[in-house]
């Protein structure tokens, strides 16, 4: 006898899960350092652009296609053409190796969180010297990928639902309070400068031109969990009582609205010191940390605010791991927990070799890259995208936009005014610019 299969138990609860695989480390880590190298608020208006172009209507199509199958990503992409399930099938292998470096800066976080928490705000130089040991990232990464398993083993009423109706607006609560808190600092409004008015200067090339118009495509792609199955697998769990449309305006706005509110708080925070914003990856750990070491109350503020990364990282690791999850369980009869412990184990050998490449394994290089890297090119810019225009053909040439829409409106019941947009970009616009994209991309990294 089947099991009956999970499904969302509030509506609320759906939009908090899915804007809680959105909202992560892309907004709060990445976001504020792309930014940061890439000019400021130029970069932010072509994120938003991409935002309203690229990123509503793909993540709408694939709750679409999740909805209307009601499985995992490769059985919905199947129930459509028989042959597409490779286009479900990029997101399990991308959602692997996406959480083979996800969970290696989870277990940073977690690290900077526990040190903040007893007084201990990391120094700028200590990042360098963590993230190279070897044991004890180790044992944090592990423990990060612990805690998504148990959550995840509990399933998706249960497990996903509860944890990140608690955790998202948690979340905004405690960016809320340190935006406010950061804004104060002085000096604060250079950062709010350099964040929302456009400098044009930074832009001497064509070729800088199109570094910013890619990274915000990228940053779009990964900020909205997108091209990688977890909204089909988010969307499979759905009632089809609902609009889509609507949702989806939830969902983007929710983290559009984090992404922006974690650069208002960490740009000001970064300049009121008089600091550079263009440290990349390490902006938050060291560059923002000299903040906090400087402030009043600096370890509390520097505990709440790596807490709530913490739980950023947590509701979309979680979102990650059950599109793994809800495959083998459908795909091969396994049961959850078999399902949840088999991809643990492979994320916990995988994330050990993403973490010694900080260190041990520096000088191993595979394409010229670290395995670290190596993991995020693969699956950010080779599998998103590629996932990405996969699924737009499949949607909106084979499945056809008249039973998109009629999936998206639920057989008509709800409005969705922005179709004739829609059907544009599903069918051509989005598809083209995904594939010069990639292109460039594929090809700006060769010449690297
Ligand atoms: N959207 C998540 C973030 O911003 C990352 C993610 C990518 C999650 C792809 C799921 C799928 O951090």
């Known amino acids: 006898m ?35 190298t890439n000019g400021g608020a130029l970069f932010l208006i072509a994120y938003i652009v ?44 991308g959602s692997v ?5 996800y969970c290696v800066v989870g277990g940073w976080i977690m690290q900077y969180f526990l040190l903040s928490i007893t ?26 990928i612990i805690i998504n398993a148990v959550i995840v083993m509990f399933g998706v009423s249960k497990g996903i639902e509860k944890v990140s109706t608690i955790l998202l607006p948690l979340l905004i609560v405690f960016l809320a309070g340190l935006l406010v808190y950061s804004l104060t600092l002085p000096n604060a409004s250079e950062g709010v400068k350099f964040f929302l008015m456009p400098d044009f200067s930074g832009i001497n090339s064509v070729g800088d031109f199109f570094r910013i118009i890619i990274t915000a495509m990228g940053q779009v792609f990964f900020s909205l969990s997108l091209g990688m199955g977890t909204l089909i697998t988010y969307g499979s769990y759905l009632e089809k009582n609902s609009s889509l449309s609507s949702s989806t305006v939830s969902i ?24 550079a914003p ?20 600096g370890s509390i503020i520097s505990s709440l605010f790596f807490l709530l990364v913490f ?15 809800s495959f083998l ?55 998103m995208p590629l996932g990405g225009f996969f699924l737009c053909i499949l949607a909106g040439h084979i499945w056809g936009t008249k039973n998109l829409c009629s999936e998206i409106t639920a057989d008509g019941k709800f409005p969705f005014r922005p179709a004739p947009f829609y059907r544009f970009v599903i069918k051509y616009a989005a598809p083209a610019m995904i594939i010069i994209i990639f292109v460039t991309s594929i090809i700006s990294a060769d010449n690297s």
């Open 329 to 383: 369980t459908e795909r091969f009869g396994l049961s959850r927990f078999t399902a949840v412990l088999i991809p643990s184990l492979i994320i916990t050998a995988l994330s050990i070799l993403s973490s010694l490449s900080y260190g041990a394994l520096a000088d191993m290089k595979i394409m010229g890259m670290t395995f670290f890297e190596l993991m995020i090119f693969l699956s950010d810019q080779v599998i």
């Open 2 to 36: 089947e099991e009956k299969r999970d499904q969302w138990s509030s509506k609320f609860g759906f939009i908090m899960s899915a804007a809680g695989s959105a909202v992560g480390l892309g907004n709060i880590w990445k976001f504020p350092y792309l930014c940061g």
């Open 97 to 101: 190796l996406v959480l083979a470096y």
């Open 50 to 93: 991409f935002i309203i172009l690229l990123g509503y209507p793909i993540l709408m199509t694939e709750l679409a296609i999740g909805r209307n199958g009601g499985m995992n990503a490769v059985d919905s992409c199947r129930k459509i053409s028989g042959k597409w399930g490779f286009a479900g099938g990029f997101g399990v292998a």
């Open 278 to 297: 263009n440290a990349g990856p390490g902006l938050i750990f060291s560059t923002l940390t000299a903040v906090f070491a400087d402030i009043k109350a």
């Open 311 to 325: 739980f950023a990282a947590i509701t979309s690791s979680i979102s990650l791991l059950e599109v793994v999850v």
């Open 119 to 144: 007084g201990n705000i990391p120094s700028s130089d200590y990042f360098t010297a963590y993230s190279s040991s070897t044991v004890p990232p180790i044992i944090m990464l592990t423990i990060f």
């Open 252 to 275: 983007v706005t929710i983290d559009t609205m984090v992404a922006i509110m974690s650069g208002l708080t960490i740009l000001p925070a970064v300049f009121s010191v008089g600091l």
